[in-house]
């Protein structure tokens, strides 16, 4: 099946920076979700986004499907953006409903 | 507020009970998922339900029986489970294949 993987694993930032979270996936995709996970488990959806560029005030991400990775930006970071941040996939052979999830990267935002 | 709803938030059980889990939905979709998240593990698909017919069905054990009456309510029956069974479910809508899935909140289940 389709592999997804995060990078980094973890990254720490102080409040107001910016940072960039990066997911390669390893075949061609029908949907690309990205979720953030606070500390009391709720998944938040993100963005949908299996191609182009999305903006939503201080979150953009960016999927260039020919070349298999999606990019998650956050400008001026807060403590409450903490939290796992998730990348899903759902390839576009065999099933068009099973999202692969990656491991996720663990952001902590420091005040 | 996700439009999905899962219920209990939170269940202990012993490993010779039978409970279930409930999740209904409130946007109109046709598709509904479980998932199991468990400790150091990315999420895992369990079952998918597409207009109440089951199209997936990941290799889950038969501890695990999901029913699908409508297309905005799903279950999940739990008996005899193990102790390796403790995790976050999380239950999932979306309009249809390929398409943008949502969450709800979770089952933190702990078996003892």
């Known amino acids: 099946g389709i592999q997804v993987e995060q990078s980094p694993p973890d990254l720490i930032l102080q409040e107001g920076a910016n940072s960039t979270l990066r997911c390669n996936f390893s075949?061609?995709?029908?949907?690309l979700q990205w979720f953030h996970q606070n500390p009391w488990g709720q998944l938040i959806n993100l963005f949908y986004i299996p191609s182009g560029t999305k903006q939503n005030g201080r979150l953009s991400a960016t999927t260039v499907a020919t070349e298999r990775y999606s990019l998650l930006y956050i400008s001026s970071s807060q403590t409450t953006d903490s939290g796992v941040y998730f990348c899903?996939?759902?390839?576009?052979?065999?099933?068009?409903?099973?999202?692969?999830f990656g491991k996720g990267t663990l952001l902590t935002v420091n005040p | 507020e996700t439009g999905v709803t899962q219920t209990p938030r939170h269940l202990v059980m012993g490993m010779t009970n039978k409970k279930s889990l409930k999740c209904e939905q409130h946007?109109?979709?046709?598709?509904m998922y479980w998932y199991k998240q468990s400790a150091k593990k990315p999420l895992e698909l369990m079952f998918v339900y597409n207009f109440k017919e089951q199209t997936e069905n990941n290799s889950v054990p038969s501890r695990f029986s999901p029913e699908c009456p409508n297309s905005s309510h799903l279950f999940l029956h739990l008996h005899t489970l193990q102790p390796e069974d403790s995790a976050l479910y999380l239950c999932a809508s979306s309009p249809g294949a390929s398409q943008p899935q949502h969450f709800g909140d979770g089952t933190r289940l702990s078996i003892l």
């Open positions: 075949d061609s995709v029908n949907n």
């Open positions: 899903a996939v759902g390839g576009s052979g065999g099933s068009n409903y099973k999202l692969t």
């Open positions: 946007l109109g979709h046709n598709a």
